[in-house]
């Protein structure tokens, strides 16, 4: 049977009543009710089965599209659909039904093929992390084996080298060094995402924290060439940062500026507070066009873990720092 039949066999027994006390009207036996409470209960009754004529055809109305939807979706009906006149057809709410525990099926098997995924990427990612953490330092160890060598080849007093075997001691020297430090920071990376490293987020002068980072880049820059103008503001608030991890991803930026810029070229630092109230580290140069370089990529990743950002420009590198606040600030 449709639902819109059962529903309006609902109302049928307020039609038989008003049928009813019409009828005793008619035939004059209610003599002893007054006329207006009879009349108030007949105007009920017709309020009432009007009413429920109306929310009855509008909620089979919409049952019917529900399951019209159901039904183009091409949904089988479940065995066990209970027809209320015996007639083996199933009505609009058995095709709903049967579509809702699809979908709860469905929903039930993709939250259990999601957590069975999740726990074997993180199981996964583990076994990368053991890895890349035994890598650096098989290649760390090694590089130390080679570091050796080499200093005592270009400071060795029983043999004089020419020029050009200087030169590629030195080149060589250099790469190990660049190598051990890369190496050196992934592993820092491994560990902190591992969570064997814990940044220590403690209050820090923006001064104080720009010093060793200005030193270092002064340095390169006299070596490339390039002209470095810094400026650091003294009315900054501190920053909440981990000295030595933010000192690192600061120098990484600065340095791969200067290395990016040419000759006789300016590389600007200036740092101080934003109008939101974060610290800034702006590093204005020139820089090719390109993906980030792997330094820059885990100086990313250094101040993420200490709720820094880092954002890239053309010829701009900002640095955003979390600032402390005094605690009347706070409370305002």
């Not at 990368?128 to 570091?147: K, N, P, Q």
Request: charge should be neutral; hydrophobic fraction near 50%.
């Amino acid at each position: 049977m449709r639902l819109g039949r059962r529903l309006v066999l609902a109302v049928a027994p307020s039609i038989l009543g008003l049928l009813a006390i019409a009828a005793l009207v008619w035939a004059g036996k209610p003599r002893a009710a007054p006329t207006a409470v009879l009349w108030i209960a007949i105007a009920a009754i017709v309020a009432t089965i009007i009413v429920a004529w109306v929310v009855a055809r509008e909620v089979a109305a919409r049952i019917e599209r529900l399951a019209a939807a159901a039904s183009q979706r091409r949904e089988t009906v479940p065995p066990n659909a209970r027809p209320i006149d015996g007639a083996p057809r199933a009505d609009e709410l058995d095709v709903i039904e049967a579509r809702t525990q699809r979908l709860a099926t469905a929903v039930a098997a993709a939250e259990d093929y999601g957590t069975r995924r999740e726990r074997a990427a993180g199981a996964r990612a583990d076994e990368y992390s053991g890895l890349i953490d035994e890598i650096t330092a098989v290649m760390s160890a090694r590089i130390e084996d080679a570091r050796l060598p080499l200093h005592i080849l270009l400071s060795s007093p029983f043999g004089a080298l020419n020029e050009n075997q200087e030169e590629m001691l030195s080149a060589a020297q250099s790469a190990i060094d660049s190598a051990d430090v890369a190496l050196r920071r992934l592993r820092k990376l491994v560990e902190l995402d591992r969570g064997a490293l814990a940044p220590v987020i403690q209050p820090i002068g923006l001064a104080e924290l720009m010093r060793p980072v200005l030193a270092i880049a002064q340095s390169r820059a006299t070596s490339a060439g390039v002209q470095l103008h810094p400026d650091i503001s003294d009315r900054a608030p501190r920053v909440l940062a981990d000295a030595t991890l933010a000192q690192e991803a600061i120098t990484t930026v600065v340095c791969a500026a200067i290395a990016s810029a040419s000759t006789a070229a300016d590389v600007a630092v200036r740092a101080g507070e934003r109008e939101d109230g974060r610290v800034t580290v702006e590093i204005t140069h020139a820089r090719s066009e390109g993906p980030a370089s792997l330094d820059v990529r885990l100086a990313r990743r250094l101040l993420a873990a200490q709720h820094a950002r880092l954002t890239e420009e053309p010829e701009r590198t900002t640095i955003d720092f979390p600032a402390e606040r005094p605690l009347r600030a706070a409370a305002r």
